[in-house]
């Protein structure tokens, strides 16, 4: 989806009527900016402290809203991804918005192609080629629910990639229960493709304060007569709480009539999609303010005499499957005296959740990264998935809930230490560290049951070697040489089978 450079700034100028509205709850994040930045009556904060990786710069264009004219960009390319780390309710949901405005910030005139993923999600890939060069900003909305206390929102090179991976803004705003809550997030993501109001002119988009959630609302347009509301509904009442504005105006045709809209634009693949209409009767309040019609979608009954009244009402799908370009179809019932209308719309691509790591073995993974004086780059975001964009050095397991079966950090120029958790990885059957600057003593490694492999040589641990190293069951090999431990090696580590240096 995509913006005018400047309309951000255009659109979220505060509005008398909707003053009393909260502010968006959760984190704007202006991507690569030294201070807070204004948008209308919404502050951006710096990314410090979301983010370890990248680099910050300013695109030189004096024309750029505020928003877009800093951004971080990732110019480490052995990193498997560049992830921002944002504190959040488990079980939350959420929207995450990010939003792309290249500039040429390197020199160039292509903005690079890359992925993004949420957790251990691959979410889409990011392609804002062909916006840039209309002078557009591309942006990518996902709702999701929060698996842990940290939600992850990383990029990451694909073969595709041929220059640095970029960010302009990235917002993760939370949302109330009722919004879209007939969708399973445990199992699905939902990805926007439009959310439209029908019958406004090409510049009435409607973003904040007008939505609480800051949701962008975009206008449609066709050869369909267009129509103005007479009542104000009350958004509490729907579940996922549209703003009033969408109701004002709305798409119709004469009585008797069938209204056909081509909507969403574009071709959908296909998929599963999450459908939500939104109607009111235009006129004024009365007894007589209603309107009965059947509503299909490319020939499919969607739903069967809609009542729609001055209060308004919505209809939706939680999962229905589209495909190509979607038409929407709205057959007046015998005798109605008015045409049927709609007023606005959203539509989602149900997106598979990929998995995630044992909880255990990712806070294992996450204290041996602070122990660590210096973890790969990548050391951020799911530990196993993406399979693709695993941390540096990391093997997992299949499956929906992976395990960390795998560590191979050799030679790396690694410093630091080794923390006492490092025994809950207890799927690791591999444990190379050698030819690094670690030190300290060696933890228990009891609980490590599958460890067919550990290789700790050439560093600068001390103290006794642990008395549990012999007692692991699998254990085939055990290289400790040139470290500093006191005492000498166990007297149980002395057995046939066991290769010990």
């Known amino acids: 989806m995509s913006l005018p450079i400047f309309l951000l700034w255009l659109f ?138 940290i939600l992850s929102v990383c990029l990451a090179r694909t073969p595709q990639t041929v220059s640095d991976p970029f960010i302009s803004v990235l917002e993760v705003e939370y949302l109330d229960d009722s919004a879209y809550n007939s969708t399973d997030f445990k199992k699905y993501a939902l990805g926007t493709v439009a959310r439209t109001t029908f019958g406004n002119n090409e510049d009435d988009m409607i ?62 693949p296909k998929s599963l999609y999450y459908i939500s209409l939104y109607f009111q009767d235009s006129r004024t309040k009365s007894p007589y303010s209603w309107r009965v019609f059947d509503v299909s979608i490319n020939g499919n009954k969607f739903y069967s005499k809609l009542n729609v009244t001055t209060d308004g009402v919505s209809v939706f799908a939680a999962e229905w499957p589209l495909s190509g370009q979607t ?54 975001g799911d530990p196993c998935l993406p399979r693709d964009h695993s941390w540096t050095g990391v093997t997992c397991s299949d499956g929906n809930l992976a395990r960390v079966v795998s560590l191979n950090l050799t030679g790396i120029g690694l410093s630091g230490t080794l923390p006492s958790t490092l025994g809950n990885l207890t799927a690791l059957s591999t444990l190379w560290l050698g030819g690094n600057k670690l030190s300290g003593n060696i933890p228990d490694m009891g ?11 050439n560093n600068q641990f001390e103290g006794p070697i642990p008395k549990s190293l012999g007692e692991l069951p699998e254990i085939q090999e055990i290289f400790l040489q040139n470290n500093k431990f006191t005492g000498g090696i166990p007297e149980n580590m002395r057995r046939n089978g066991l290769t010990i240096k």
């Open 327 to 380: 038409e929407i179809e709205m057959t007046p019932g015998d005798g109605v005296p008015v045409g049927p209308l709609i007023n606005a719309g959203e539509v989602f691509q149900l997106l598979p959740m990929g998995g995630r790591t044992l909880t255990r073995d990712v806070m294992a993974m996450e204290d041996l990264a602070e122990t660590f004086d210096n973890p790969p780059s990548d050391w951020s």
């Open 12 to 149: 979220s100028i505060p509005l008398p009527f909707a003053q009393s509205l909260p502010a968006p709850r959760g984190f704007l994040i202006n991507c690569g900016a030294s201070n807070t930045t204004t948008s209308g009556n919404l502050t951006y904060v710096p990314d410090d402290g979301f983010t370890a990786a990248g680099n910050k710069t300013t695109i030189k264009n004096p024309d750029v809203m505020p928003i877009l004219r800093d951004l971080r960009f990732f110019p480490d390319n052995s990193a498997r991804k560049y992830c921002y780390m944002i504190p959040v309710s488990k079980g939350g949901k959420y929207l995450i918005r990010t939003s792309y405005f290249y500039g040429g910030f390197d020199g160039g005139t292509v903005p690079p192609v890359f992925d993004q993923i949420v957790d251990g999600t691959k979410w889409s890939t990011v392609d804002t080629r062909e916006d840039y060069a209309k002078g557009l900003t591309s942006y990518y909305e996902l709702v999701v629910a929060a698996m842990g206390k």
């Open 207 to 268: 973003g904040y304060p007008d939505d609480q959630y800051n949701r962008y609302w975009h206008p449609f347009m066709d050869n369909n007569p267009t129509v103005g509301s007479k009542s104000i509904i009350e958004p509490f009442s729907f579940w996922n709480v549209p703003p009033v504005k969408a109701f004002s105006t709305a798409l119709t045709t004469s009585r008797g009539k069938t209204l056909k809209i081509q909507w969403p634009q574009g071709s959908l």
């Open 447 to 457: 609980t490590m049951r599958e460890l067919k492999s550990l290789h700790l040589e």
